[in-house]
């Protein structure tokens, strides 16, 4: 076609889409509403990734470089930004048992030299070091009691500092008796500047707020500041007096990872400090890699404007090295192919949505088109006037759309930032992505123009002009090909989902896409199918069937468009009850329903507590049954304060032991591997955990109110001296191997460094039922506990009352615990908290009001095809209210194939999807059920049911009730 056609086209279809503004309207904000979410979207994700520019400031403020000490002795290979990835290589790490650790000059001058003196002449001369303190997680005095809050020194007068941290409100702290802090330390205190509070431990000098400040990139995080040698020594020194154990040790079982540097420990003795170089002075990569090579790692703002190739990063070197590669293509990761997917099925959605609104306007214009044919226009310029009105309404939307997105994110910045938790780096829009996303939407427009288009030029000139329809029998090669897009996109899909095969993203998207297009090639044959229904329906569901199948140019392109929307909740709905159930059976309750449970792992400070914690529990929660006090095992040593201490815990027999953790350090990382997909004894599904530890000490109220145990004889096994197992696995000749690791302190050369001695004891077993997970737990008397050699501290408590506790009681005990001990942990055991259900039903809300407006737009066509055989009805006596049952039964017929249709086509895609995560999900030594249940599908028949039963009714009703029951005679034309 010419250009001056296309001009004519266009202004046709303008003048419609302003005659049929409803039509219109409809059309404009199915392509707006998701250009608008795309374009929202981007400019959120463009403005929150940060420029180099930006980010060399949220690391650094000001300063030219930012450095720290890794580990002294050791060898750093790092990213060119350090908090991308860093790796360590010590030599007392790596140097077999009773060996020397042989070290390279610089790990040997790293040794040697003071950190601070060592990074000094490492440097530039004229540079100068700010150091940084960052003190312990304490708690401060709020409104409400106590308040955990993480600690740090910085003078922020400094303009060192301006980027990194930022004064928001007040001033900066100006005598050591003067804090700023943040704006959520503020929200959650109940402070506000001017205010004082005091910090556990430092009761007697009460600090003074004076400013407000916040961390650009984590506005959520809860920090005091005070000036440099205010608060970190002193809090260093009345730990070191009341020393607190470090919950990330886990159960006492001291590593190399947990017995690093403990920058509270020595504040006198910095080890990263913010650097200013004098002028015309840089770190390069050269100068930057130098470092590393005495254990410093460096964030260089030379280097992060302009980084390295990665072929020069010996950090990246290594890793390709070791995992072979920068990793999983970037549309093979399983966030991109859900997030894929689900774009493409709801462009796909609109597109089928959309074209009953085009069927609409090509039929009620069916005379105009034959007009345009009858002078002389070709098939051409009659689909070029209904593809003008996609062209039209596309463009239209997508412009909204992407105004309305750019604004709604410029006037919600700030909540935007806030839920990030991380400040924009500055509004950024790209004209190139904004250009796609319009292009997007004038696809949309397109694609749901396009069958409209071709079946208006498809038409009988003399039908459109008398108005009659030319009924035309499906095509059985339509029917074909829609039959076999079903089969293989279904194939691709789940093969792409299961195997890996091609583009994981592609597979998915474009095998579900198939398949849902090749349901909706087959949509003329299966109406015709339902239509065989009708003899035994009464008069007016036979009559709106007949009429459906009569007329499936229109009907078809409805029925597709309830499908699209019922395929997308029936989608959404498989998947969110196939990842509940997965997540509820994969929950671990911490105890029996309904229990109370106070305390864990407790700091020296609370478990002096203790007492007052217990009476404040049983005065705001009465009558919740008996206590059973709650003791953890300890194995010379409690690994207070970070000092080295044994570790203590049941093993299982030798013979069922996985080969692959019994420290072999001759093995590879390959043959482990191996083991951990061929050994069936790698591969355990037991769960179980509680909140003070795997091996406690109590009695048989313990055993009650913990376990759920009742037999009153594992009761008295346990008063006799055994020890009460649950798992019996662990149980070999009546008896359970104890296992203690005595301490080893893995600072220490390994030159002096001792051996670790490990020692198992056989304690008589008895096995008892728990009513929650506890495999690998077990209980143990006092006395028993004694006699092993083992101690034993105070945990906490266990209450389980005969009905769970209200909410209002947990946030009312609650708060009377934080006015004691801010850090203290209490919950209640409420069972697995589902929130599927909710979100689903408002996903089947929504897709039942798109449903139902594709069949309201196709009852209205219909009712207007219709005309003719209502005034024949009419004529030979029918009542008025033939008309408004006719519509409601036209409407529900619709809705009946759409729902049922759809309701097929949702599950392709969830299970897909729910294939591709449990590929994701599996790794060496998941047990096969555990693998199973990672990529299980649930399908929820209720909700599936009230779509396929419910919204076909709604159609019904809403269509009787809307439509006028007076009938106005026409004379018949032809």
């Not at 191996?674 to 003070?692: L, V």
């Amino acid at each position: 076609m010419k250009l001056s056609a296309w001009r004519v086209a266009l202004r046709i279809a303008r003048r419609d889409a302003l005659r049929a503004k409803g039509r219109s309207a409809l059309v404009i904000a199915m392509v707006a509403l998701p250009v608008l979410g795309v374009t929202g979207a981007d400019v959120f994700y463009r403005s929150s990734t940060l420029e180099p520019a930006e980010r060399v400031v949220r690391i650094m403020g000001r300063a030219d470089a930012e450095i720290d000490l890794n580990e002294r002795g050791s060898t750093v290979k790092q990213a060119p930004n350090p908090d991308d990835g860093t790796l360590t290589d010590n030599p007392k790490y790596t140097a077999k048992d009773g060996a020397a650790p042989v070290y390279n000059p610089a790990q040997q001058r790293s040794l040697d030299t003071d950190p601070l003196k060592l990074v000094q002449e490492l440097l530039p001369p004229g540079a100068t070091l700010i150091p940084e303190h960052t003190g312990p997680s304490t708690a401060a005095s709020s409104t409400e009691g106590l308040l955990t809050t993480q600690t740090s020194e910085a003078d922020l007068t400094d303009p060192i500092w301006n980027g990194r941290v930022d004064l928001v409100q007040g001033r900066a702290p100006a005598d050591d008796h003067e804090v700023a802090v943040t704006r959520e330390f503020l929200n959650r205190s109940g402070l506000k500047v001017g205010d004082r509070t005091t910090v556990r431990g430092l009761e007697s000098t009460p600090f003074t707020i004076t400013g407000a400040v916040e961390h650009p990139g984590d506005l959520k995080s809860t920090e005091l500041i005070a000036r440099p040698g205010a608060l970190v020594a002193p809090l260093a020194a009345g730990q070191a007096s009341n020393p607190a154990a470090d919950p990330g040790q886990g159960e006492g079982r001291t590593t190399a990872a947990n017995q690093g540097r403990n920058p509270a420990a020595t504040p006198d003795t910095a080890t990263r400090w913010l650097v200013k170089l004098p002028a015309g002075t840089t770190l390069d990569w050269a100068k930057v890699t130098e470092f590393n090579g005495y254990g410093f790692t460096v964030a260089s703002r030379t280097v992060l404007l302009d980084p390295p190739a990665r072929a020069d990063v010996p950090y990246y070197v290594e890793v390709d090295k070791r995992f072979g590669g920068s990793g999983t293509s970037f549309f093979d990761r399983t966030s991109v192919v859900i997030l894929a997917t689900v774009a493409g099925m709801a462009l796909l959605e609109i597109v089928l949505l959309a074209g009953p609104a085009f069927a609409v306007g090509a039929r009620r214009s069916r005379r105009q088109l034959g007009l345009l044919a009858a002078a002389g226009g070709d098939r051409g310029n009659v689909r070029a006037v209904v593809l003008g009105g996609g062209i039209v309404l596309g463009v239209t939307g997508a412009a909204i759309g992407l105004a309305l997105g750019v604004v709604l994110v410029a006037l919600l910045r700030t909540q935007a930032e806030d839920y990030a938790g991380q400040r924009f780096g500055h509004f950024n829009l790209q004209p190139l992505d904004l250009l796609g996303v319009l292009l997007v939407g004038l696809v949309t427009g397109l694609l749901a123009a396009v069958v409209p288009a071709v079946q208006a030029s498809r038409q009988d000139v003399v039908s459109a002009l008398t108005g009659r329809d030319s009924l035309k029998p499906p095509s059985r090669k339509l029917a074909l090909l829609g039959l076999l897009m079903l089969a293989g996109g279904t194939a691709l899909a789940l093969l792409g989902a299961t195997s890996g095969f091609a583009s994981r993203s592609l597979a998915v998207l474009g095998g579900s896409a198939v398949a849902e297009l090749g349901m909706v090639a087959l949509t003329p044959y299966l109406v015709g199918l339902f239509g065989k229904l009708g003899r035994w329906l009464s008069l007016g569901p036979r009559l709106a069937l007949r009429d459906s199948v009569r007329h499936r140019g229109r009907t078809a392109p409805a029925v597709a468009a309830v499908m699209a929307a019922v395929a997308g909740s029936v989608a959404v709905s498989i998947y969110l009850a196939s990842y509940d159930d997965q997540q509820r059976q994969e929950y671990v309750a911490s105890g029996p329903a309904g229990a109370v449970m106070l305390g864990g792992w407790m700091a020296d400070a609370d478990s002096k507590l203790l007492p007052q914690l217990r009476d404040t529990v049983e005065r705001t929660m009465p009558n919740i049954g008996p206590r059973a006090d709650v003791s953890r095992v300890t194995y010379k040593g409690d690994c207070s304060g970070g000092a080295p201490c044994g570790f203590v815990q049941i093993e299982l027999p030798k013979e069922l032991r996985c080969p692959a953790f019994d420290g072999d350090p001759a093995r590879s990382e390959e043959e482990i591997t191996r083991m951990m997909k061929a050994d069936q004894r790698c591969q355990t599904h037991a769960r179980g955990g509680n909140h003070f530890s795997s091996l406690t000490v109590g009695d048989a109220t313990l055993l009650h109110n913990l376990f759920g145990v009742t037999d009153p004889a594992v009761g008295q096994a346990l008063a006799a001296g055994k020890a009460v197992v649950f798992d019996p696995r662990y149980i070999k000749d009546g008896k359970v191997i104890v296992e203690t690791d005595d301490p080893v302190d893995y600072n220490a050369p390994s030159a002096t460094r001792p051996k670790q001695v490990r020692t198992e004891h056989a304690v008589d077993a008895v096995l008892a039922s728990a009513t929650v997970p506890a495999s690998g737990q077990a209980v143990l008397s006092p006395d028993t506990a004694t006699r092993l050699g083992l101690g034993t501290r105070p945990a906490g408590s266990v209450w389980l009352p005969e009905s769970a506790p209200t909410d209002g009681a947990e946030q009312k005990t609650n708060g009377a615990l934080s006015k004691v001990s801010e850090q203290v942990r209490f919950t209640v055991e409420r069972g697995y908290q589902s929130r599927a259900g909710l979100i689903g039903l408002g996903l089947s809300g929504f897709a039942a009001l798109v449903a139902l407006g594709a069949a309201g737009i196709a009852t209205g066509l219909a009712a207007a095809d219709s005309q003719r055989d209502l005034t024949t009805l009419a004529a030979v006596g029918a009542e008025p209210r033939i008309r408004r049952s006719l519509s409601g039964f036209q409407c529900g017929v619709i809705a009946a194939m759409g729902t049922v249709l759809g309701a097929v086509c949702g599950v392709l895609p969830a299970v897909a999807l729910r294939k591709v995560q449990g590929q994701a999900a599996s790794f060496p030594g998941m047990s096969p059920e555990e693998i199973a249940l990672k990529s299980s599908v649930v399908f929820p028949w209720p909700t599936v049911a009230a779509t396929v039963v419910v919204l076909p009714l709604i159609a019904a009703g809403l269509a009787a009730v809307l439509t006028r029951s007076r009938i106005s005679l026409l004379r018949r034309t032809g």
